[in-house]
């Protein structure tokens, strides 16, 4: 186990990308002492730390309508939900996709979960060990997206997704301790995110009006994102952090094609086993 910290950052299916880049890491049985994960990274962290495989890529890129998680407009409407969350953290991991609960607690990694809690507004690194309920309803806020996904209630506490507070926990990780910090992203070099709409922001403050420090942390996010590529940017070039990003178009992230997602992920295993190299450089400094 290298003593080094992985940050992974979210993007819905965009993470599709990151479990391409972390099967062929654990195809090789690398395995990193703390890992991070934001919303869709997240799930990607437990897959990692469980030792899964291909887990992530199956639940989800599927062509079988069984396995579908998208819910249509009129379920949407009932449900105030775009997305089945139930079939992906309860169906999936417990009957469609097993996921290895008794490998992942009996890890000597440390996983954080990303989460924002609605009340502060302020991201939450949260743990768990031993309960298998816990732990997929932190997976399922962490990657709650705002409008599209139901508010989800840990303690008493409401969350939503990691990314509105802390999309790449850069910070964290150095707080942590570990001098190597491997980054993997889903957007393209140099991204910068727009500010939004003054019309955005109305929809968020009348959805989340119980909630103006949610509002807050939304509503400045891509200042709090910007700022954090220009450092890790700075960190990348010189050598402090490695970081692997994708160098193709990337997918939406709401992708539901079936090429698009498989050559994405493809693309990330791909360029992982291409700078395999360099990363073990890096650690090696």
């Not at 009129?74 to 490998?103: A, G, Q, R």
């Not at 090429?259 to 291409?274: A, E, I, Q, S, T």
Request: net charge positive.
């Amino acid at each position: 186990m290298e003593k080094a910290t992985m940050v992974l950052e979210g993007g819905a299916t965009r993470g599709v990308f990151t479990s391409g880049v972390l099967d062929y890491l654990m195809e090789q049985d690398f395995y990193t002492s703390r890992v991070i994960g934001v919303s869709a990274g997240s799930c990607n962290a437990v897959d990692y730390v469980s030792k899964q495989p291909g887990r992530t890529r199956d639940c989800m890129i599927h062509k079988e309508k069984e396995y579908n998680y998208y819910y249509g407009f009129t379920k949407f409407i009932k449900e105030k939900s775009l997305l089945d969350m139930d079939m992906v953290f309860d169906k999936y991991p417990n009957e469609l996709f097993p996921f290895d609960y008794d490998t992942y607690f009996a890890s000597e990694m440390e996983c954080e979960i990303v989460t924002t809690n609605c009340e502060t507004g302020k991201a939450e690194y949260m743990t768990e060990h031993g309960d298998r309920s816990r732990l997929m309803k932190l997976c399922r806020a962490s990657s709650s997206m705002p409008l599209i996904s139901p508010i989800v209630n840990i303690d008493g506490v409401p969350y939503l997704d990691g990314g509105l507070a802390d999309s790449i926990p850069i910070h964290r990780a150095v707080e942590l301790g570990n001098k190597k910090v491997i980054l993997v992203l889903t957007r393209n070099p140099g991204y910068r995110k727009k500010q939004l709409s003054r019309a955005s922001v109305r929809v968020y403050q009348k959805a989340y009006s119980k909630y103006p420090n949610l509002v807050r942390s939304i509503v400045s996010r891509n200042r709090n994102y910007n700022r954090t590529m220009e450092i890790l940017e700075r960190l990348e070039a010189e050598n402090k952090i490695f970081v692997l990003r994708p160098l193709v178009p990337t997918v939406s992230r709401l992708e539901k094609d079936y090429d698009n997602l498989m050559n994405f992920y493809k693309h990330g295993y791909n360029l992982m086993k291409k700078q395999y190299g360099e990363l073990q450089r890096y650690l090696e400094k």
